[in-house]
């Protein structure tokens, strides 16, 4: 058996090309995930197959040339850039004698190096388990295992048997404190519901720029770079848009393709601010060879997390790296908004970002006149603090006139909170005279 290293950064990458498949995993980006990881690919091996090897995935002649490989360059892990069986990875690491990491695993490491909050962690850590208890029996092949017959009973069974108990009381555990978590994300969502905050939430493939974005957008500086996961805990942000004072803005974590179903899992309560938000920018690398691929990988997961009907504007990010691109806005034939042309790294297209934003958040927009009382005067610095207020007039018994402009939503919210109050004074369209210069002057509680 032998003796897995602590750490290890030389890594021989295997690259396989399935004939019946017309894509398969990007070799470029594996290696980007490697590098990722903090590992250096120092040789690649590639074969070509009909379908995996059930031993080895990659057959036993490639895996005798990988052994010669390894060797030969004194690696000290292999990473294969598919998703391979637990007897696969078993066999193997047997074969090669060293560690062997498929693109899951490898991940769900990057993963574990960039969590940072308390809740990313959990997350992460929940993945790995789950992922692991698929996976025990590698741990322990050198232990004996129970088999019939007199003097042939060892305690590899027992030791298995007890490893999946402890990873099993550990993920109840996990799962009680995301749970835990969430009920706090979901009163905090109810907080800004009642704030009448409209959500905005970034989405896209990893490394297309999502955070310089963010932090271009509101003023921010969170942790922003050129690699694959660079942030993965969701950041929320306030941000001034045209009409619809203040909006948040939501930082998520960016998809991959053969994203590990156990992250995506994992994730899955973090990402429910993607779920309840107003509006999604999806932001696309242009520069980016694959970059329809990654469109349509972006959009099976959002499928995969029930995001069907959240209106959406493709950010076509980093046309600062084409000469011939300016920034632009495209548009469907309803004369909505379907794609803007930006750079982040630049700021160029930022305006025609923010101007889309405002026209998507403000097409549904509620215009009225508000006779409002004296004794009202929460009431209207609300309306001020939403820039909902168009015009204002001071009626004689101190009252104000107001014509404000609201979208349908916060309109609602509005009116499902003071609705009492609200038959206290005067509601009618801009268009139409007030009913009253003095309306009445009965107590408001907003």
Not at 334 to 339: D, E, L
Request: proline content about 4%; charged content about 25%.
């Amino acid at each position: 058996m032998f003796e897995r290293p602590d750490a290890g950064e030389r890594a021989v990458v295997v690259h396989v090309t399935f004939k019946q498949y017309a894509s398969g995993p990007n070799l470029d980006e594996f290696y980007e995930l490697v590098t990722s990881a903090g590992a250096q690919a120092i040789e690649t091996v590639s074969a070509s197959r009909d379908k995996p090897h059930p031993r080895f995935f990659i057959g036993t002649g490639k895996a005798d040339e990988l052994k010669a490989t390894v060797a030969s360059c004194h690696a000290d892990v292999v990473l294969v850039n598919h998703e391979l069986s637990p007897a696969q990875e078993r066999n193997l690491e047997k074969h090669l004698e060293c560690r062997v990491i498929d693109r899951t695993r490898l991940i769900l490491d990057i993963f574990a190096q960039r969590a940072r909050s308390f809740e990313g962690k959990l997350q992460v850590e929940l993945a790995q388990l789950k992922h692991l208890s698929t996976r025990l029996v590698r741990g322990w092949t050198h232990l004996e295992r129970q088999k019939g017959g007199i003097g042939l009973r060892g305690p590899g069974e027992t030791q298995l048997e007890s490893d999946r108990r402890m990873i099993g009381k550990r993920i109840k555990q996990i799962n009680e404190r995301l749970r835990r978590v969430r009920s706090q994300r979901q009163q905090s969502a109810r907080s800004r519901k009642r704030a009448l905050l409209s959500t905005v939430s970034i989405v896209g493939y990893t490394n297309a720029g999502k955070s310089t974005l963010f932090n271009r957008l509101t003023g921010s500086e969170i942790y922003a770079a050129d690699q694959l996961f660079a942030t993965l805990d969701t950041t929320l942000r306030r941000f001034n848009v045209t009409g619809e004072h203040p909006a948040l803005l939501s930082d998520t974590v960016g998809f991959i393709r053969d994203l590990p179903p156990e992250l995506i899992a994992a994730f899955q309560a973090t990402l429910e601010e993607t779920a309840e938000a107003a509006l999604l920018l999806h932001v696309v690398d242009c520069s980016a060879v694959e970059a329809g691929e990654n469109i349509a990988e972006v959009h099976r997961v959002l499928e995969r997390l029930g995001v069907r009907d959240t209106p959406m504007i493709e950010v076509f990010n980093k046309i600062d790296l084409h000469e011939a691109i300016e920034p632009h806005v495209e548009r469907n034939a309803a004369g909505q908004v379907t794609r803007v042309w930006v750079s982040a790294n630049t700021g160029a297209g930022m305006h025609l970002l923010l101007e889309s934003i405002a026209e998507y958040l403000n097409q549904s927009k509620v215009h009225k006149r508000l006779l409002v009382p004296p004794e009202a005067g929460r009431l209207r610095a609300k309306l001020y603090s939403f820039g909902a207020v168009v015009d204002e007039t001071i009626l004689d018994n101190g009252g104000w006139a107001l014509e404000v402009t609201l979208a349908s939503a916060r309109w609602q919210t509005l009116l499902d909170r003071i609705a009492p109050e609200m038959r206290e004074f005067n509601i009618a369209e801009p268009s139409e005279p007030a009913a009253s210069t003095s309306p009445r002057a009965d107590s408001l509680a907003v």
